[in-house]
């Protein structure tokens, strides 16, 4: 039996299978980070939750440069703030079905459980408790439904009248009809369905429809009892395309087909822009919006002007993400030693493992920082460089240092 | 049975006479041949009219071509009806409330909701009704029981391995030994059938009515 007293060669030996402890420079929405943030962020993010407690309705600007861990902030907030439903959402991704997509994240954030309740307390708002001769439960859907639409109705456009019918119909159908439950909850849970399994719930429209999407959500959000986080990543995208006005010259001009005044790309991002505005309106939604700088936010500000100026009051002062400083990177790296070692079942990590950085040193850190200027993600792509060279090659530890410790 | 304040509105023995309109969940005991119930969300008690129910639910067991037979029937109540009320108790909203949230979902797969109104025991020397055999191992939807002089309403019953019936979720109205009315909440109770006077399951439809 092989007992590895010292623990640095055991470490080396962990390493040599293959595995890099720094793998990910760039954080999604999709794939959980556990890691929290260094020291210096502690305040930025202690007042980002001071602002989402203390309004209810709010859109919150943060501004950081490319690679400063905008998104890494957004699990960092996740983690602290579980008593929220927060969500993810990359505008990049989701130009199509924008409500829906938001929709199939809140339930994924949610789980199963708390939508039941969620629509099962409508339902009841709705006057499925009440009793019948003073003592049964006989809910009458019919009239179950008239009082919904009595009660929600002016709370839609009157477009969204047909799209309220059928939300109606499935929520009341879901709770009150035992032999329609299984497709209903199918339905509630954002599933595609046909026509045939439509008309047997007797609606129209799944929830891919955007404007169904939208008033379940509306529902779901203002009926939870957790507040809701939205996290718009990437939201200069929606100016970017407005910019793209920028004076080139084209063969082609796209005004011979789609009318002098818009773009398509511009009428795609104001389509965007007033979706995300009216999600704003929903009570208990907070937005946060990742920008990449100020300037970018002074041109979301004037789009949004030019749709709805109001919006503009429940601005918040943007916040900043600032590069890393100096001792952020020591215990960025010290963090993820540490994460890594424990994902790879080491037991009785010494407290002291890693004082002296190994298997790198300080220098190497400091020499790090100065090439990527403090910015977390050349700080992570530098560290997977390094540590692919002590897994790879055929290079002592020593000289991989020692090279490493040399380049200024 | 854990006693709870309750309302009495009016007791013929203990001559507890209540005025006024009442509205809430209100049970009311017939001194008829079929010492039958009224279910209702209000009454209406003056000395002048006597008492005025609408929209009740009355259960009981009639006399059909010589057999009894169960029913439920919606009625318009007023006191020259030939149905002398014993009493008449509004259960405070706290029982009821715990009654409501007793009851069981009606999508749990395996209950048995009966479309009209059955007849499941009947303590009678002539015309003796007992399907407890039949249904035991199942769980019936809204019985309604007499025992002794004690009205039960459950959300559910269920026959146990002994054929006797087991009341979940139940509200329980009865006298105690001095006589004075009672109502209790009870999460369950196992009731001899011995003690049973009837069990009438009521039909989900004839609910609906």
């Known amino acids: 039996m092989l007992i590895y007293e010292n623990f640095k060669a055991k470490l080396l030996n962990t390493l040599k299978l293959g595995v890099n402890p720094f793998k990910k420079f760039v954080s999604t929405g999709e794939i959980r980070e556990d890691l929290g943030l260094v020291k210096s962020r502690k305040p930025l993010i202690e007042s980002l939750m001071d602002i989402i407690e203390k309004n209810e309705n709010c859109i919150l600007p943060i501004i950081g440069k490319v690679g400063t861990g905008k998104t890494h902030l957004y699990w960092a907030l996740k983690n602290r703030m579980y008593y929220h439903n927060t969500i993810y959402i990359s505008l990049d991704e989701i130009y199509k079905r924008f409500f829906y997509t938001i929709y199939s994240e809140f339930i994924e954030t949610i789980g199963i459980e708390p939508l039941r309740n969620i629509v099962n307390q409508l339902v009841n708002e709705w006057g499925a408790l009440e009793r019948k001769f003073g003592f049964f439960h006989i809910a009458d859907i019919e009239t179950i439904k008239q009082n919904a639409i009595a009660s929600i109705n002016n709370e839609f456009d009157q477009d969204e009248k047909v799209a309220l019918n059928d939300i109606i119909t499935g929520i009341s159908t879901h709770q009150l009809d035992p032999y329609k439950k299984i497709e209903a909850e199918r339905w509630l849970l954002g599933e595609i369905m046909d026509i045939r399994e439509l008309s047997h719930l007797n609606m129209i429209h799944d929830l891919t429809k955007n404007k169904n999407a939208y008033i379940m959500l509306k529902l779901l959000i203002e009926n939870s009892k957790l507040g809701t986080i939205l996290f718009l990543d990437d939201f200069e995208t929606i100016v970017k395309t407005y910019t793209s006005k920028i004076e080139s010259e084209e063969v082609f001009d796209p005004s011979w087909l789609y009318g002098r ?146 380049q200024q | 049975m854990s006693d709870v304040d309750s309302h009495i509105l009016y007791d013929s023995i203990k001559k507890i006479v209540n005025e006024g309109d009442f509205k809430g969940s209100i049970i009311s005991k017939c001194n008829d041949n079929c010492n039958s119930i009224i279910f209702s969300d209000n009454i209406s008690i003056s000395e002048s009219e006597g008492f005025i129910i609408s929209q009740g639910l009355r259960v009981g067991f009639d006399i059909v071509s010589n057999k009894r037979t169960a029913f439920s029937r919606k009625l318009d109540y007023n006191h020259h009806q030939d149905m002398c009320i014993e009493y008449s108790i509004l259960i405070p909203e706290d029982v009821m409330q715990l009654y409501d949230e007793g009851q069981f979902s009606d999508a749990f797969p395996f209950t048995l909701n009966m479309l009209h109104t059955a007849g499941l025991y009947l303590r009678d020397p002539e015309n003796k009704i007992n399907h407890l055999d039949f249904f035991k191992g199942e769980i019936l939807k809204n019985p309604v029981s007499l025992i002794m002089n004690g009205i039960l309403v459950a959300d559910r019953v269920v026959i146990d391995h002994r054929g006797d019936p087991v009341f979940y979720d139940c509200l329980i109205v009865g006298r105690d030994q001095d006589e004075n009315l009672k109502v209790s909440y009870e999460p369950l109770a196992n009731v001899d059938d011995k003690v049973v006077e009837y069990i009438i399951i009521l039909g989900i439809e004839e609910l609906k009515i």
Do not use: A, H
């Not at chain 1, 890693?354 to 992570?380: A, H, M, T, V």
């Open chain 1, 261 to 406: 005044e818009d773009s398509p790309d511009e009428i795609l991002s104001q389509k965007v822009l007033r979706r995300v505005l009216k999600l704003q309106k929903m009570k208990g939604l907070r937005l946060i919006i990742t920008l990449k700088s100020t300037e970018y936010l002074e041109e979301v500000k004037k789009s949004i002007s030019k749709i709805d100026e109001s919006i503009l009051t429940s601005f918040k002062e943007p916040l900043y993400l600032s590069e890393f400083i100096e001792s952020d990177i020591c215990e960025f790296y010290s963090k993820n030693m540490k994460n890594f070692l424990e994902n790879v079942n080491f037991t009785n990590i010494p407290t002291n493992s890693f004082e002296d950085y190994f298997p790198l040193n300080q220098k190497i850190l400091k020499n790090i920082y100065l090439k990527s200027n403090g910015n977390p993600r050349e700080i992570i792509k530098w560290l997977i460089k390094i540590f692919n060279e002590i897994i790879f090659s055929d290079q002592k530890l020593l000289e991989i240092r020692e090279k490493y410790e040399m």
